[in-house]
């Protein structure tokens, strides 16, 4: 290495730590602003806390838009048969008609890579693919599990032998079962690098029997996802009307987590319902914003230019966003579809071991802060990105990974302390009026929660039979207060742990690990 590119290469760790540093000392700052401002600029913080207020408000009200709206979209896709849809479509009237296969459909490749998700459960996603409604010569899966669990597990190195008994017929040459192996150089363990490798392996095999990738789709989902049976349909159909279809990436409004919801304790059910709503409502009223999360649909084309997932990353949907972004020059954006689609919530046996449970998968998800210094380089570097767009994303980066996990607590707990540390206050109407007024703000805000509730009633799973009518409204109607459990607990403290360990030099791979998901006995 020369002097010159060990230079560069010391730069370039700096500005890495620097930029991993910032999210956490940008929250650090807003928590402690109750207590520093409180004491030096008092009055200015009060008023901060209450236009913080009123925004919450505007958010809250906002919200029931997006869902009455959106649950509208959901049943209107639901009544569509979107094989037909596209069967109807005239191809000399499409955008691009020559980037379209010839019957119009696209091949679609489906990407499983499996870890700790038990046999059953991968079993019932790969089923739910077999029951889609879109041609079955179209539909490739990949399955591709891990060398290292498979050297110390034989039930699990077997698995692919029995995938391949059970589905083989259906698939036949479109059955891709791979083995990752655990010792790559420049990979570290975890979903992305499994991802990787289980894509290329088939992008190899797909071109190997002369087959166009343009004109093929990708989705490499969680193994407990279950595709409603229209789910690759209507996706294809978003992605053949599209006039940029390739530089575009889709993804459902409807993320439940339905496939065993009334298996899971209360405060479970309340966090996986309280992600399904406002992702409803952000893709009616912000679908712009919206990043790679979970399970999403690209260009298979796309993604091999791309260079697939990064494998040095132990965190891989939020990141993979900005390759696509880099590569087209920020020209790369969300559409949304609503067919839904259902995950599994965390299910442990044990009642306290489920809590936990639930708290790690958060704490994983908080590490996905990762994702603020990786940006934030590629916009620094990136030339051709426009500037307006840039500071778009930036300002997007803080929202998501400071500016909402410390408001509620800012609104909930900043004005109490500034009026603790200011005795003297007191003696003035300000004392009394702060405090009420943003308690009626927040009482407004609560008019929001009466929609969402019957939203969440609307698409959570129907009552199970062996519970009561009275049971189950009770439950409902407790649910809601327990709400603000959730939100200083789940919805705070792994997202402060994760944010301040990469401040503190911490790194994601040695904190997290791959999931495990079982059905629940």
């Not at 109750?34 to 958010?59: D, E, H, K, Q, T």
């Not at 692919?160 to 259906?170: D, V």
């Not at 708290?359 to 994983?364: G, N, S, T, V």
């Amino acid at each position: 290495m020369t002097p010159n590119t060990q230079s560069t290469e010391n730069s370039n760790q700096r500005l890495e730590r620097i930029l991993e540093m910032i999210p956490g000392i940008a929250l650090w700052i807003l928590l402690l602003s109750p207590l520093w401002a409180g004491v030096s600029i008092p009055m200015f913080i009060l008023n901060v806390f209450l236009i913080l207020s009123v925004y919450w408000l505007y958010r809250a009200l906002l919200t029931p838009i997006g869902l009455f709206f959106g649950y509208r979209k959901v049943q209107e896709a639901l009544k569509k048969d979107w094989m037909q849809e596209i069967k109807n479509l005239r191809k000399e009237d499409l955008p691009s008609p020559e980037e379209l296969p010839d019957d119009m459909f696209p091949g679609y490749l489906v990407v499983l890579p499996n870890y700790g998700e038990e046999y059953p459960v991968l079993q019932r996603t790969i089923k739910a693919l077999t029951e889609q409604n879109y041609p079955k010569d179209k539909i490739y899966l990949c399955v591709s599990i891990e060398g290292r669990k498979a050297a110390k597990d034989p039930v699990y190195a077997n698995r692919l032998n029995l995938l391949k008994e059970e589905f083989g017929e259906f698939f036949g040459n479109r059955l891709f079962l791979t083995t990752h192996p655990g010792d790559l150089p420049g990979e570290v363990p975890g979903a992305a690098s499994n991802r990787r490798w289980g894509t290329k392996y088939a992008v190899e095999q797909i071109e190997s029997m002369g087959n166009d990738i343009s004109k093929f789709l990708i989705t490499a989902p969680d193994g407990d996802l279950v595709f409603h049976k229209e789910y690759l349909a209507a996706s294809a159909y978003k992605w053949i009307l599209n006039e940029k279809r390739n530089r575009k990436f889709y993804q459902t409004a409807l993320y439940t987590f339905n496939n065993n919801y009334w298996e899971v304790p209360i405060l479970i059910r309340i966090v996986v319902i309280n992600l399904t709503l406002p992702v409803l409502a952000s893709s009616v009223l912000e679908k712009h914003k919206r990043e790679t999360w979970s399970c999403f649909t690209l260009s298979l084309d796309v993604m091999k230019k791309v260079d697939y997932w990064d494998p040095s990353l132990s965190i891989d949907d939020t990141p993979f966003y900005w390759r696509p972004f880099a590569y087209f020059n920020g020209d790369w954006e969300c559409d949304v579809f609503f067919i839904p689609l259902s995950a599994d919530a965390i299910y442990e046996d044990n009642y306290s071991q489920n809590h936990k449970a639930q708290y790690k998968q958060y704490l994983r998800w908080g590490w996905g802060v990762i994702t603020f210094p990786l940006a934030i380089k590629l916009l620094l570097k990136n030339k051709e990105i426009p500037l307006w767009l840039k500071l778009s994303k930036v300002q997007q980066l803080f929202e998501i990974f400071v500016f909402w996990k410390v408001l509620a607590f800012l609104i909930s707990l900043g004005i109490p302390i500034v009026l603790f540390l200011n005795r003297d206050f007191n003696n003035y109407v300000y004392a009394y009026t702060f405090p009420s007024l943003v308690s009626s703000i927040m009482s407004l805000a609560v008019i929001g929660m009466v929609p969402a509730l019957y939203y969440k009633v609307k698409i959570a799973p129907p009552r199970p039979a062996n519970m009561s009518k009275l049971k189950y409204w009770l439950l409902i109607v407790i649910e809601a207060p327990m709400n603000i459990i959730t939100l200083f607990t789940f919805s705070f403290f792994p997202f402060i742990v994760a944010t301040t360990g990469m401040m503190l030099g911490q790194r994601a791979e040695k904190k997290i690990k791959w999931s495990e998901k079982k059905l629940a006995n």
